[in-house]
Each structure stands twice: as structure tokens, then as C-alpha cells.
């Protein structure tokens, strides 16, 4: 990465996490649109439960734990090849792909209706996303090829801090998250496909 004009090698695989506190913005700044884009997700924390909570507590306070490794960054890498390898019906990409354009031209699905909460939609790096987070929960789940429940679950935390609502949906007191129901609602979801070869068919 470059930093005012001096390239950094990072180590590979590299990743970037990173928290929002929505209670204040004391001394932290919104990001460009541009910028938050190469996030792949935005997922959402609430509060722990009372048990979660409690074991939160006591891990914290209780005697220091050490941590031992129990992957490799040469590993991680092995396994982020093992998912590329996950096959991705192309009914379950056009299905990624239906329901990212249908945040930028809402009216080419029935949902001219929503066109006026939206300034922006989501960009192509959101169906990459979509596509990309299938297969690795698939190979999660121990399966070779995604099905559309893979990618359902997702769609969410893909597309919402993709999305730049209009004052009008700020007004309306709609989020990114009611957008993303009513397109999922709009969408169709394609049938179950089977392992490459095998045909297609509902599981």
C-alpha cells in the first residue's frame, strides 16, 4: 500500500477489520463513498447477550490466556485458494448480479418505487462480493459448489454500506438494510443448483 507517496509491501494474505461506534463521532470522519466501497462487508454487532456477556467478563478479568496460532498465513492462503475453487452456478451470479442492478436502475425490476431513496447504488465490486463470500461459506459448509442460501445471507452486509440513501429516505426514516429487503423481496431466487455436471434441480 502507499502512504503519501511511499509504497509498503504488506504481507499476503492481508486483511483490514475495522469497528464504527455509532454513538459518537468524536475524533473519527465518515469515509469517502469510494473508500468504504473496497470494504467487502459491514456487519452489525448489537450487544451481547446476559451470557455473552457474562463470558466476555470473565475472560477479561480472569487469569491472561495464551494464544497459540492455529493457522498459518501460508495456510490461510491455501485456504483462500480451496475456495475459489468452490463452484458458482451462473444462475446464482445473475442472481448476485440482478440484485446489485437493481440498486443502480431499480426501475428495470419493478421497483420505481424506491428509485427516489437512492442517490447511489451499489458498484460491481458488491457482486463480486456477494460471489465471493458464497463460496467461502459453502466451503464453511463443507460443500464443493454455493447454493442460493449462501449467498441470501449475505446480502445484507454486502450491500448496505454500499448503498447512499437520499434526504428523502433519511426523512422517511428508511436505512440501507429496508432497501435491501424490499429489492430481496423483488428478486427472484434461482433454484438450487447441484454440483457442477449434475444438472440443475431443487435440494
Not at 451470557?51 to 470473565?58: L, R
Not at 491455501?78 to 444462475?91: A, F, G, N, T
Not at 465471493?132 to 442460493?148: H, K, S, T, V, W
Amino acid at each position: 500500500m502507499t502512504i503519501a507517496g511511499e509504497t509498503h509491501k504488506v504481507p499476503e494474505p492481508f486483511l483490514v477489520m475495522a469497528t464504527q461506534n455509532p454513538i459518537e463521532t468524536e475524533g473519527t470522519y465518515p469515509l469517502p463513498e469510494a473508500q468504504v466501497d473496497r470494504f467487502m462487508m459491514k456487519v452489525l454487532v448489537d450487544y451481547p447477550s446476559e451470557e455473552e456477556e457474562f463470558v466476555i467478563a470473565q475472560r477479561v478479568t480472569g487469569t491472561p490466556v495464551t494464544m497459540t496460532p492455529i493457522a498459518s498465513m501460508g495456510q490461510l492462503a491455501e485456504l483462500q485458494q480451496e475456495c475459489r475453487k468452490v463452484y458458482v452456478d451462473p444462475s446464482l451470479m445473475q442472481y448476485a448480479v440482478k440484485l446489485v442492478s437493481a440498486t443502480r436502475r431499480p426501475e428495470r425490476y419493478d421497483l420505481a418505487d424506491i428509485a427516489k431513496y437512492l442517490t447511489f447504488g451499489a458498484s460491481p465490486r458488491a457482486t463480486i462480493g456477494l460471489i465471493e463470500g458464497a463460496r467461502a461459506l459453502a466451503f464453511m459448509r463443507g460443500r464443493a459448489y454455493a447454493l442460493p442460501e449462501d449467498m441470501t445471507g449475505l446480502v445484507g452486509d454486502v450491500l448496505r454500506h454500499r448503498l447512499v440513501l437520499s434526504y428523502e429516505a433519511l426523512t422517511e426514516g428508511l436505512d440501507a438494510d429496508a432497501i435491501v429487503d424490499r429489492v430481496m423481496k423483488r428478486i427472484p431466487i434461482p433454484e438450487k443448483p447441484l454440483a457442477p455436471g449434475s444438472g440443475h434441480g431443487r435440494a
